[in-house]
């Protein structure tokens, strides 16, 4: 296990699952934290020289319950992904777009869910982004896992978790629970004849059951940790 403290000379990188320590990074004393959990604009406290910026994006809705068969229940969304990001110098006036989770499929249509809506950090040099989470299948639906968001121009780039298949007839009728995110929050399952539960932070909803919708995933979410 590798341990980072502010202030040190190494910055961490990964090759084959190894942490080591490569080129200089340095930061100042923690000022100010601004959560983002709409879409705004940042506007750096004073005396911010630094930033660490986190990018989650939605996660996806659970997929519905086919109404084509008595029993089955829809799987879960897929988590958001994650970019983690240091960016120096006074930079201010950016604009913060948080993705909003996607909706869960709607009973009776056979609806799988909606992919959740990406999130962004522009400031017109770096532009790390986080996709959202894949939605889940509608009930009765053999098709493959559902894959998670990913990070993108982060010097961290994480995927959500992927979301299992959705339950036919034949094996039982209790949802599967959403995917997580960086921060977790995906949704847990419902017993049958619920309606998906709703994600949380990035994380996925939680298919329907047996003659239900799916719950909506939960939305994105921008951290922006600020130093002199």
Known sequence: ???????STTALTESGGVITGSTSLSLGGLIGLQAFTSTGTYTKTPGTNSILVYIT??????GAASGSAQWDSGGGGAGGGTAIKRITGGVTGITVTVGSGGAGGAYNSSASGATGVTSSFADGTH???ATGGT???????????RAGGIGASGDV????QGASNPRSWTTGYN????GNSFWGGGACGGLHGS????????????????????????DGLVLVYEYS
Do not use: E, W
């Open 135 to 145: 939605g889940g299948l509608y009930g009765n639906n053999s098709a493959s896992l």
């Open 175 to 178: 949802s599967y629970t959403g």
């Open 57 to 62: 994006g939605g996660g996806g809705g659970g």
């Open 195 to 218: 309606t998906g539960n709703v994600g949380a932070n990035g994380g996925g909803g939680s298919g329907g059951s047996q003659f239900a919708s799916g719950g909506d995933g939960g």
């Open 1 to 7: 296990m590798a341990t980072l403290k502010l202030g």
């Open 127 to 129: 532009n790390p982004t």
């Open 157 to 160: 780039n994480i995927r959500g």
